[in-house]
């Protein structure tokens, strides 16, 4: 990683999203007791009746299939892929090779219980009642930032009824153990209106990335959740839902964003006995001076409201989210030499509002009109020492705000009509206006090898605006059959580049413009009868003209001018399909199977003064994804199962120089599950595969000696849970 890169690091300034609020179920619908029900598309559907690819991981699914971190569920839906920055960084989320990335914002929107995420936290994944993924843009409900898709998250509701539940893990990996207890307590509270729940998580663990250096904790994570949730019904038309949630993370000797080195071969030749004391870095760990310690805190409060009329249901909603790290211990140069650390603190608000009505479901013509605000503010800075030094002795630099002001109006409608009642035509539309700020007073930042960098006073302010269409036609052949198509337009609000403040540069660096683009779709959804035999396929095209990349700024004769910085003229093209199955042959037995091709390429960016990648793939998409699973289960409760999780090859930055293999990952289950307790071994990554799971950097202190960085997942694991239920 050089200087100028992780100067952008140190200064980059994200761009808030449009958000909406929460989804609610629509009463005039009843969907049978096996169909699988969409949520995402602000009206209970029917799976084979929405005309776009959805994946949905029912409660029953996620828990067999022990996916416990929102990680996991890469493997299980074909086309996504979720890289991370490092064992407690942001994840980042690619659909249908549109890539996100640590500079650029989320290009896919996350909704847990109908509030939305850009920092997401495995614990939020506790008493999860179902998953959604929406694949392809879902602007016109969704607005901005959801351009590559939609995941739709939701937690367990209170019931009229007293229920509980306990759940106890222990696992064991390479650099030490990890213990889990959450649980579920829900049921009545006052007469027949007001019921209630509490979920709860506390882990303890060791980092499964430990520091080799001596006198350096190798880490520790800690993480307690709780959440509250109500909802009041006082009448058959009116539903009140509140929800709130604390989290609380400590992790000393843990920065969130951990980079290791890719050739462990060549790194621990080049600096095994120059510079760390000739250690040599383990699989699962690595060599470094720097004082670390990460905390993260944040606070959710949220209410919903619906009320039934006699020509349709009224929904509003209101959110607020506070959340705040402070990360100490990016170590510059990767080894045990005292050069120079930093540290990246982010404080930030969320405030996120809807008004909507949605009109009966069982006319031939519905719609669905509303109305959002959504309002951001951020508070970040980052801190440096250069040489030897503790958890005091960062030094901060001035401090970056940031503000989001949106709001937007959206309208979708479907028709069926009577000439042609196979026949389902839908169309929406959304205005949305984003009007952004930034700010930065002077100051410097010392990264060691009297290397600073200067920041200048700046006051950046601009509004963008966007109209983002869909358009969709559904075919119902038979009750088993349905194929459709679709065309929607999605997009990305621009904002403005604070790290390419610190020289005289024009407008047209410090500001980049709104990205859209244009995906097409069509597939089929098929089952059998009685439904024990499920398929369904899709093939998209997608373009994008005014693609949001890191780039340089350069004179007329290739000199850089600038640290890296976001611009807006690259553009890419991405194609390709997705098949998923499932399949109950036998009494006992499930097979789960999926496969996603995405050939995902740049058609202009231009990385450096005299480098453009024009036809290499995008960086962070693999050729193909892949999964198998079997699952068979006795009739007194033993089980047993097996998964498979394929993964192609992929660059992990623009020019391809740094590539992650393709891999293979195993895992098997085997246990015993009854009607009030159950118990499972499991073995996750069995082959204990080393995997890079995102971007990839050069070294910040040494520049080009060939050694790529990058952070890597989990090696293998294996544990024992227990399960209890009321």
Known sequence: MSSVRLACILAGCATPAVVQAQSASDPGQTPGQNEIV??????????????????????????????????????VVPNVQFNESGQLGSTFISIRGIESNPFIVNRAAVYIDGIPFRELSNAVLNQVESIEVLRGPQATLYGANSESGLIVINTRAPTDRTTAELRMT????????????????????????LTGSVAFKVQRGDSFLRNQQPGQPGGRIEEDFVQGRLRWEPSDRLTVNMTGYILNTRAPGVFDQEYVPLDLALYNKTYGAAFNEGKSAARFGYIQDAPKRTDKRERVAGASASYQ??????????????????????????????????????????????????SPSDKPFTYILGATQYRQNDDRFQTTFVGPGTLDSYQPSPHQYAQARDWGVFGSAEWAPHFAPKLSLGAGLRYDHARRTAQQNAGSIDLGNGTLFTYRDASLAGSFEAVLPRFTARYTASPQLTVYASASKGYIPGGFN????????????????????????????????????????????????????????????????????????????SKGFEVEASAEPLGGLTLTANLGYADARYRNLQVDATTNVRGRRVKLIPAYDGYLAARYQLPGGLFARA??????????????DAVQPATQMVGLQLGYAGPRWSIRGFVENLTDVRRATGLAFRNLAFGNDGNWYAPIGRGRQGGIEVQWKL
């Open 498 to 573: 604070l790290t390419a403040a610190q020289g005289n540069l024009p407008d047209s660096v410090l500001r980049y413009q709104s990205e859209t683009m244009w995906s097409h779709e069509g597939g089929a959804k098929w089952h059998s009868p009685d439904g024990r035999l499920r398929l369904g396929a899709a093939a998209f095209y997608i373009r994008s003209n005014n693609w949001q990349e890191i780039q340089v700024a350069t004179d007329a004769s290739g000199r850089i001018l600038s640290a890296d910085y976001i611009g807006s003229s690259a553009s890419i093209d």
């Open 170 to 193: 222990g696992m064991r990996f390479g650099n030490g153990w990890n213990g889990i207890a959450d649980g579920f307590v829900g049921g009545p509270l006052a007469g027949g209106t």
């Open 643 to 656: 998964e498979l999780a394929l993964t192609g090859k992929q660059s992990l930055e623009s020019k391809g």
């Open 38 to 75: 969409v949520t995402g598309t602000r009206r209970d559907t029917r799976l084979q009746d929405t005309p776009a690819s959805v994946t949905v991981l029912t409660r029953e699914t996620l828990d067999e299939a022990r996916i416990r971190d929102i990680r996991q569920l890469d493997a």
């Open 309 to 358: 009329l006699g020509y349709g249901r009224i929904d509003a909603a209101l959110s607020y989210r506070h959340y705040k790290s402070d990360a100490k211990g990016l170590d510059f140069d990767f080894t045990a030499l005292p050069t120079a650390a930093g540290q990246d603190f982010k404080d930030r608000d969320f405030w996120n509002a809807e008004l909507r009505f949605t």
